[in-house]
């Protein structure tokens, strides 16, 4: 009976102390960059133990070739060294003969591998469809999201890999289930606090931005989040609107981590849907249906009538529409920019080296995807707040919108796109499929080798 209750009172004692009460303070920041650290440890470690299990069966790339070893007796290493950056230019499908100045062309079957491959390669790794997939990641995390080829495992990694799993799921994810937890009572809590307290107190606002930014720093404690602001003087402030680049629904979380907006998004079901209309409970939010033309014109109305008073939270928007796998930024839709008033831009970086924080939702549900999160290392990612910026006399929105993508790709390290973000939901049209064709076949003549000549190339483009 005694060790039992001495475990209960010591989890419970590690929750209060080691996780709501920081929360709560603001502090734990220190540990969370220590744990880091040493995770980023572990991971070069095992990285380490990966190349060496490669080396030892051969799987390194070959090594160059001993000079003494090749070419005819009496042959210096300069003339040894000329021929042999000679032929290392040599197209594919010409090889060299025993004439002295003779170079035969040749061809082979496996001459067509390069090719196959490449388009094997375009076909699969187009610019616009892999952006609404999880990014493929070349280092091993331990996590099931990522995975190494069996030949590869040894026993030490096994032991770390079985340790790291009792680490994230034994003692991790009950303490941050209990965190995330602790956040939505909170915030059921601090509603109805808001709401029965009358508006017109003076401190009201005050107390509505700390209760509301608490919610939201246990989300993010929760999943032992890391969250670097950058400049944060350009913060959105009240009649503006901020606009960011799209990943999940954490987004919403992070951003408001620091500052409280009026958020406009879609329409959810369930719990992100629960959570949705408590929030709807204590100050103006702005929830539409995708597929209502209707619904369309109300956002414009009711975001261009928030946004008239400079007394009103900032708007949070995300104008691609839809989440994208934190490595490009798709078209920002032109509805945020036709209204006279302040744009504030950011940029938001993921570390997917912790966790995959791109939401799938086609394949995954929020609960599903929450859990993925909640069994992760932890959330790090880096918040640019970009300088406010304002549509130009002669600007239309579109150009507007283009104007601060560019701006949002370039700091967050991300490719910039024109296409729409939603064709993953729609049955493409058959102008769009051919668009897609024509790009890919453009990207795969650009990865073919150069030394195809020109006769072959036009062959070639005329088959494609």
């Known amino acids: 009976m005694v060790p039992r209750i001495f475990i209960l009172v010591y989890w419970l004692s590690t929750f209060v102390f080691g996780f709501l009460v920081p929360a709560f303070l603001g502090g734990t ?104 997939y999880a990014e493929e990641k070349g280092l091993w995390n331990m996590l099931t999201r990522t995975s190494i080829h069996p030949v590869f495992m040894s026993h030490r990694l096994n032991i770390i890999w079985f340790f790291s799993l009792v680490w994230r799921w034994c003692w991790l994810l009950p303490m941050r289930i209990l965190v995330f937890l602790a956040a939505l009572g909170w915030l059921i809590v601090a509603t109805v606090i808001l709401v029965v307290l009358p508006r017109s107190l003076p401190w009201y606002e005050k107390c509505y931005e700390w209760m509301i930014c608490l919610v939201f720093k246990l989300v993010t404690h929760s999943l032992s989040g890391i969250v670097r602001f950058h400049n944060p003087e350009n913060r959105a402030r009240k009649g503006g609107i901020c606009v960011a680049n799209h990943t999940s629904p954490l987004d919403a979380a992070i951003l408001s981590y620091d500052n409280c907006y009026s958020m406009i998004g879609q329409r959810h079901g369930g719990l992100l849907g629960f959570t949705q209309k408590i929030l709807d409970m204590t100050t103006t939010h702005i929830w539409f249906e995708r597929g209502e033309s209707k619904d369309r014109q109300m956002v414009v109305n009711r975001l261009t009538e928030h946004c008239s008073s400079g007394k009103n939270l900032p708007v949070l928007i995300f104008p691609e529409g839809t989440c994208i796998n934190n490595t490009s930024v798709m078209m920002f839709k032109k509805g945020s920019f036709e209204i006279d008033t302040t744009i504030y831009p950011v940029a938001i970086k993921y570390n997917t080296l912790y966790t995959e924080a791109f939401w799938n939702s086609s394949e995954q549900s929020f609960v599903k995807y929450l859990f993925m999160m909640l069994t992760s290392w932890a959330l790090v990612c880096d918040v640019w707040y970009l300088p406010p910026m304002r549509k130009l006399p002669n600007e239309n929105a579109i150009a507007f919108a283009n104007r601060v993508k560019a701006l949002i790709a370039k700091k967050g390290g991300l490719v910039d796109l024109q296409w729409d973000g939603m064709i993953k939901r729609k049955k493409l049209s058959e102008r769009i499929r051919q668009t897609l064709m024509d790009l890919e076949r453009q990207h795969f003549l650009e990865s073919l080798p150069r030394n195809i000549s020109h006769g072959n190339l036009s062959t070639l483009t005329s088959v494609l």
Request: aromatic share 10%; charged share 35%.
């Open 29 to 132: 920041l220190t540990l969370r960059r220590w744990y880091i650290d040493n995770v980023h440890r572990l991971f070069v470690y095992c990285d380490g133990i990966i190349n060496e299990r490669k080396h030892l069966l051969g799987f390194e790339s070959e090594t160059p070739e001993e000079e003494t070893s090749s070419g005819e007796e009496g042959e210096t290493f300069e003339d040894r060294r000329s021929r042999r950056g000679k032929r290392k230019h040599l197209p594919s499908y010409v090889e060299e003969t025993g004439d002295d100045d003779g170079l035969a062309p040749s061809f082979g079957f496996c001459d067509i591998a390069p090719l196959v491959m490449n388009g094997i390669s375009t076909i699969r790794d187009d610019q616009v469809t892999t952006r609404f």
